[in-house]
């Protein structure tokens, strides 16, 4: 994906060049913050072992509880991944290294590239590692290869566009605090959604918001497709609204990232 740039010297470094950099220079840093991953990937496990071994025996006394939710823990567990991105962003807008990156012949937005890719790829090994948990625990999927292809492009998708949302709060934020604090709210939309209960068990007026917000069709999606069900129009809701959020954030980080770093 191109970085959306900011007036920097002449004969810059190539965009696919400032890219890579800036990509290694994140995944360095995820890799050296081996708490935060860590919680990524066991804050989500502990939800799904809490929801299977405690709830679920009231919510299905039939067992097949951990076929229903682990979809909702996989996208809990995207969204919390991602959150981190709106700090990382915020730190670097804050301690004033793209001050010293627009003084280098490349283009300095490329570090929001950066982030958003190593969260993607962050956030892509810690949902392999959930949904071996869940095997463990009795997550049995009838899917074959192509089915498994769907589900893992649609997390993937949904991935990428919480991620560019969460680097747009970043950027919107005063700093990484009030980063940390803006995107915590996102973290409750799949609570408000059939991730971990179905919506017609919900009150009327809350089943209208729980049907018609994205990550309802997203999870109704990679809920049909380990099973090998048609997820129907659920996917073509499900692709539009992360279509739909990647580009309206990309554009909000490109107009804000250009507002706040023209001004440095």
């Known amino acids: 994906m191109t970085t959306f740039g900011v007036t920097a010297p002449s004969r810059r470094v190539s965009g696919t060049a400032a890219a890579a950099v800036f990509i ?3 995944v360095r840093h995820s890799l050296r913050n081996v708490e935060a991953l860590t919680m990524a990937i066991a804050l989500p496990v502990m939800l799904m072992l809490l929801f299977t071994f405690v709830f679920g025996g009231a919510i299905d006394s039939g067992g097949d509880y951990v076929d229903y939710v682990v979809p909702g823990i996989i996208l809990l567990c995207a969204g919390f991944g991602a959150s981190s991105t709106a700090v990382d962003v915020a730190e ?11 003084t280098m012949p490349l283009r300095a937005a490329g570090v929001v590239t950066g982030h958003v890719v190593a969260s993607l790829l962050r956030n892509l090994l810690a949902t392999g590692v959930v949904i071996g948990v869940a095997l463990a625990v009795g997550f049995r999927p009838s899917a074959k290869v192509l089915e498994w292809s769907g589900a893992l492009a649609v997390v993937a998708l949904f991935i990428l566009a919480i991620t560019w949302l969460y680097a747009a709060i970043g ?5 990484p605090t009030a980063a940390s604090g803006y995107g915590f709210a996102l973290l409750f939309l799949p609570y408000l959604s059939s991730a971990f209960v179905p919506t017609d068990t919900m009150p009327t007026w809350l089943q209208w ?5 994205p990550i309802t069709p997203i999870i109704e999606t990679i809920r049909a497709f380990p099973f ?6 659920d ?11 990647i580009v309206g954030a990309y554009i909000w980080a490109a ?10």
């Open 209 to 213: 918001i729980a049907e018609n917000q």
């Open 92 to 102: 670097d807008l804050s301690n004033g290294i793209v001050d010293r990156f627009r």
């Open 171 to 175: 950027i919107a934020a005063a700093n």
């Open 255 to 264: 107009w804000l990232f250009r507002r706040k770093a023209g001004r440095r």
């Open 24 to 26: 290694g220079r994140s």
């Open 228 to 233: 090998g069900r048609d997820p129907g129009t």
């Open 235 to 245: 996917l073509w809701w499900a692709s539009g609204w992360c279509a739909l959020i």
